[in-house]
């Protein structure tokens, strides 16, 4: 991980491009946009709101077409500094983002509170960061769906977060693209798009000339039994052909010694703000987990 002698002092023009700061902290380094998010809300008013504790709402069910019409344009535009904020230092945000953008076309009162509670909560972690340090240097993931989350939606969301030196160094919540008639069955799903990061990370490895040689398999926590089991079984009998192609590339995974697959409790599920809203507790929890906290 990061060498004794290594002291990053300046990013020069890349924080002025990528809007992330890197800071030293004890016994590690943390990446910050505390600067850009202060912009990000005072630009569109809500600098001076009430903060949350919390970025969604866990009682919150958004609906299609329901209620006053809001401004889109400026409703995309919070959406696109969320973005762009998740993407870079900010996983946490990702459930929120993902769940509120499928709304953008033609958002209403109740997604633009939801929208707005994301900049509440943004208020305050202002100065939240990734924080990395040289342990564990073991590179491993979470996997986690949440079956159904709305009443009107008929997909599952997926999530999963990959970690290394304490902090989280991919992450991704998304809808998935086909219906799970299960909770196995969309927690397989969400399994088979973990694996499929954790085999690209693994790549990524193997090209880093310094990195220790051979790289291990990459392991995925899971909070399913039941998904954990099929994917280690090499005889599949179900009938869906999505599922059928996920188990195969699953089971290649495991037989190359790519992944590895353990079970986790649901409440030590890291990926698990990438599925659904939480409790404050819950937020707190997996925020620290993925090493997300504030920088001194």
């Known amino acids: 991980m990061l060498s004794d002698n290594f002291e990053m002092k300046d990013m ?12 030293r902290e004890p016994n590690g380094y943390s990446l910050t946009q505390s600067h850009y998010e202060e912009k990000v809300l005072k630009k569109f008013g809500h600098y001076d709101d009430r903060p949350v504790v919390t970025p969604f709402d866990p009682t919150c069910k958004l609906s299609k077409n329901e209620g006053e019409s809001v401004s889109q344009l400026e409703y995309t535009q919070i959406l696109g500094s969320i973005m762009y904020i998740t993407n870079c230092t900010r996983p946490d945000l990702a ?4 769940r509120l953008s499928r709304y953008a076309s033609n958002p209403n009162g109740e997604q633009w509170n939801a929208l707005v509670r994301v900049l509440r909560y943004l208020k305050h972690t202002m100065n939240y960061g990734l924080y990395y340090t040289k342990y564990p240097p073991v590179l491993e993931g979470y996997s986690d769906a949440n079956w159904i989350s709305g009443s009107t939606d008929s997909k599952s969301t997926s999530g999963y977060v990959f970690t290394l030196g304490g902090g989280a160094v991919s992450w991704k919540s998304s809808k998935q693209t086909c219906i799970a008639r299960s909770t196995m069955e969309s927690e397989f799903i969400a399994l088979d798009s973990a694996a499929e990061e954790a085999e690209w990370l693994r790549n990524f490895l193997e090209d880093i000339p310094l990195w220790p040689k051979p790289v291990t398999a990459l392991c995925i926590h899971c909070d399913n039994m039941a998904a954990l089991n099929i994917a280690r079984n090499k005889n599949f ?3 869906s052909r999505h599922i059928r192609r996920r188990h195969a590339t699953i089971r290649q995974l495991l037989s190359n010694g790519v992944i590895a697959l353990d079970y986790i409790r649901s409440k030590e599920n890291l990926a698990d703000p990438l599925t659904k809203g939480l409790t404050k507790e819950q937020v707190v929890f997996t925020s620290r987990g993925i090493g997300l906290k504030p920088t001194q």
């Open 12 to 23: 020069g023009l890349a924080d002025v491009i990528l809007g992330i700061r890197i800071r």
């Open 95 to 98: 459930y929120s983002l993902s």
């Open 237 to 239: 009998n179900g009938k």
